[in-house]
């Protein structure tokens, strides 16, 4: 049976002669403790410096016979608790109808990832909160105001056109903004990552073990996210990959977003931020192996993958590498001028293009023009290794990719010499 009293622990002395009183929990000879706001001098111990059963009694009787009263209630459940446990659910008696605020709570998860360096997947847990705030018109929100009328009322919102004004880094209010309504792959996107938070601060606060359940409720479980609409295509014909590289752009940002566009192409759809990470020697080697920012995080075997540095990816490197990280901060910077860029070299072009569409035109090409197989184009984009169990023994073989690699690019330089033999006899 578990053990409750307030003791003092003679080697914490304070410089001021004081000692501050502490609950001692002792289970299965493992000790923890719970501090009090409390602080006796020498005249409330024993000679032992021990606090005396008369200081005990009259400040702290009450509440140890409470939490001795929760042991005995836990019954035959204490057998399976380690003190740690005990503590929680003692604690947790004390906290009976605390408010938990859920905008404080998600202001602490974009907190912890700024201070793990993942800025930009803070940003989606920012706009969510901004959202929350103007839905709500409020700075803090009970947690258990969250329900799924809540829910279906914040998604009216967000289809809804709206003008929204926010704070700069210098803490200045911007321009009002209108805003469109989000279309219905904007507002799942939205209320999966408020799912995502709702079930981390559940987690967060909720003990089964300790029978302690601040957050009883699931809203999302009585609430349907709606459901996904198809996507449109971020896919480039061969014909119009021609085009880019064959395209003439003006002044630095089209330059650059040509040139990215077209790296990201020959390595297997590589994305901009790996592009500003790991593009810093302009002495690069025959293959590339990297850790894709995206999921390294989030899969076992980190999102390695390894592509070949074909020669029209490796004059682009020798141009870039070094200079990108000199001029930019970080790959947001990087980004912002790749979407000035496209933004004018798609006007000239006359079809859309971003950088998304080297990855997706990359995918497309190699399974319908080279007609390789799904498994070795997923493998080829690093979606599918790591995610099977064999490949905890098997060695990933990276002449797949390689092999897709060079498919996708003789599709394409092949398409760009007969068109070049075209524009030769129209000349002639």
């Not at 501090?35 to 140890?64: M, P």
């Not at 950088?355 to 080279?370: D, E, L």
């Amino acid at each position: 049976m578990a053990t409750v009293n307030a003791v003092v622990l003679k080697h914490q002395m304070k410089q001021d002669g004081t000692w501050n009183v502490k609950i001692y929990i002792n289970h299965k000879s493992d000790a923890k403790y719970i501090e009090t706001s409390a602080y006796v001098t020498r005249s409330s111990l024993d000679n032992k410096l021990k606090l005396k059963q008369a200081y005990i009694d009259r400040y702290f009787g009450a509440q140890l016979s409470r939490y001795r009263d929760a042991i005995v209630l836990l019954g035959t459940r204490i057998d399976y608790m380690k003190s740690i446990d005990i503590r929680e659910h003692l604690q947790s008696l004390d906290k009976k109808g605390e408010v938990i605020d859920f905008f404080n709570e998600i202001q602490l998860r974009i907190d912890e990832l700024r201070e793990e360096g993942k800025v930009t997947q803070s940003y989606i847990f920012i706009s969510v909160l901004n959202h929350l705030k103007d839905f709500t018109d409020r700075s803090s929100y009970n947690i258990s105001g969250i329900n799924p009328i809540f829910l279906m009322d914040f998604e009216k919102y967000l289809r809804k056109p709206k003008v929204i004004v926010r704070k700069t880094n210098i803490g200045k209010l911007t321009r009002p903004l209108q805003k469109k309504g989000m279309a219905t792959n904007g507002v799942l996107t939205y209320l999966g990552y408020l799912r995502t938070l709702f079930n981390m601060i559940r987690k967060k606060y909720n003990n089964p073990v300790a029978d302690h359940f601040p957050i009883p409720h699931n809203p999302f479980d009585h609430y349907d996210l709606p459901k996904e609409t198809v996507r449109r295509k971020r896919n480039l014909t061969v014909d119009r990959i021609v085009d880019i590289m064959t395209c003439h752009p003006v002044g630095f940002w089209e330059t650059l977003s040509k040139d990215m566009f077209l790296l990201s192409f020959y390595l297997c759809g590589i994305n901009p931020k790996d592009i500003f990470v790991y593009m810093v020697n302009p002495d690069i080697g025959n293959f590339l192996e990297y850790g894709r920012s995206k999921v390294k995080d989030h899969r076992k075997d980190g999102g390695i993958t390894n592509v070949m540095v074909v020669e029209p990816a490796r004059d682009i490197i020798r141009k870039y590498a070094g200079f990108l990280q000199d001029r930019y901060t970080n790959h947001l910077g990087f980004n912002q001028a790749l979407s000035k860029g496209w933004k004018s070299l798609s006007d000239k072009l006359g079809f859309k293009c971003t950088m998304y569409y080297a990855r997706h035109s990359f995918s497309n090409i190699a399974r319908q023009v080279c007609k390789f197989s799904k498994d070795d184009v997923s493998f080829a984009l690093n979606h599918k290794y790591g995610l099977d169990i064999t490949d905890v023994y098997i060695e990933p073989d990276w002449s797949v990719v390689h092999k897709v690699q060079a498919g996708v690019i003789k599709a394409v330089e092949e398409a760009a010499s007969a068109r070049a033999v075209e524009e030769l006899k129209g000349v002639g």
